[in-house]
């Protein structure tokens, strides 16, 4: 009888971020974490501690979150669960929405939100510095060029190791790059749902981290498509999704999130799962869904 293979976050591979923060390429996403609407507290909040204990000892060395998930709620459970963080652990956030209610989201990308923002991050996740600080996404009520200062201005306080973007086109990215170095971009991508495709090439030339959310996009062929492929697979669909994911590019580091332990694990098999180039190109051809959701 075959040994089962280990179940590890490692099995992705590595990627370094900025130079100098090499995590396992399967990380973690920490919005699920919450209540309803991305809103207060979560209805297991033991189970939602658990899942992340587990994570770390799965192999997870890069968490995901925002400040907007909960709001801060997120960020919280992150401390109280894993703090004193293990060595090597990167926790990345997010600044620049604001949250009137559950299922509500406004822009706010002001420097001064920005800076208040930070803090709160700070506080909640009791760091003295976060390693990588995302902006969530462009405001048009303020400039992005305002936007990205904010942050360059707290990254050479030290308040922030490495500054980066999230929900950005890339004129976006070459904007913020003249102003200050971006190590990574959060944007929607899936199989099925490649608008940012040549976000995904332009980031791998310029050796920039990739995270995808929304991993199984929304259109229907598209799940059609991978229900076939992961049976041929014995493999569940989002598995083959995330599968997908790590072949396409190797800077794009997959946040699946979620409540549960046994979701969990079966998104961190993923990792070791080889997805064989015939059904990668199948999977490929699926078409395009446009971006909707807020990541």
Not at 13 to 32: C, E, P, Q, S, W
Not at 63 to 80: F, H, M, N, Q, R
Not at 105 to 113: D, L, Q, V
Not at 217 to 230: L, N, P, Y
Request: proline residues 6%; hydrophobic residues 40%; contains cysteine.
């Amino acid at each position: 009888m075959n040994k089962e293979p280990t179940l590890s976050a490692a099995a992705a591979g590595t990627f370094t971020i900025g130079g100098d923060l090499t995590v396992n390429r399967m990380g973690y996403g920490a919005m699920r974490i919450t209540g309803p609407g991305v809103w207060g507290p979560p209805a297991d909040k033991a189970a939602a501690l658990a899942t992340l204990r587990q994570a770390i000892e799965l192999g997870v060395n890069l968490i995901d979150t925002a400040d907007s998930y909960g709001p801060g709620t997120s960020e919280e459970l992150i401390a109280e669960a894993l703090y004193p963080y293990p060595a090597g652990l990167v926790i990345a956030t997010k600044g620049g929405w604001e949250r009137p209610g559950p299922g509500q989201w406004t822009h706010n990308a002001s420097p001064k939100h920005l800076t208040k923002a930070l803090e709160g991050s700070l506080k909640r996740l009791r760091l003295d510095r976060v390693d990588v600080y995302q902006l969530h996404a462009p405001d048009n009520a303020v400039s992005f060029e305002a936007s990205v200062e904010a942050l360059a201005r707290l990254r050479e306080q030290g308040r922030i190791r490495h500054v980066a973007l999230s929900n950005v086109t890339r004129e976006h990215i070459e904007r913020a790059r003249k102003i200050v170095p971006i190590v990574s971009v959060q944007n929607r991508y899936s199989f099925a749902d490649r608008e940012s495709d040549f976000i995904v090439d332009y980031c791998e030339q310029n050796n920039i981290a990739f995270l995808p959310w929304a991993p199984l996009g929304q259109a229907k062929e598209a799940h059609d498509a991978i229900k076939k492929v992961a049976k041929d697979l014995d493999a569940t669909p989002l598995q083959v999704a995330l599968a997908w994911l790590l072949k396409r590019s190797k800077v794009i580091l997959p946040i699946p999130g979620t409540s549960s332990i046994k979701h969990l694990e079966e998104n961190i098999a993923a990792a070791g799962l080889e997805l064989p180039q015939s059904a990668y190109n199948q999977l490929s051809a699926v078409s395009h869904t446009p971006a909707s959701l807020r990541g």
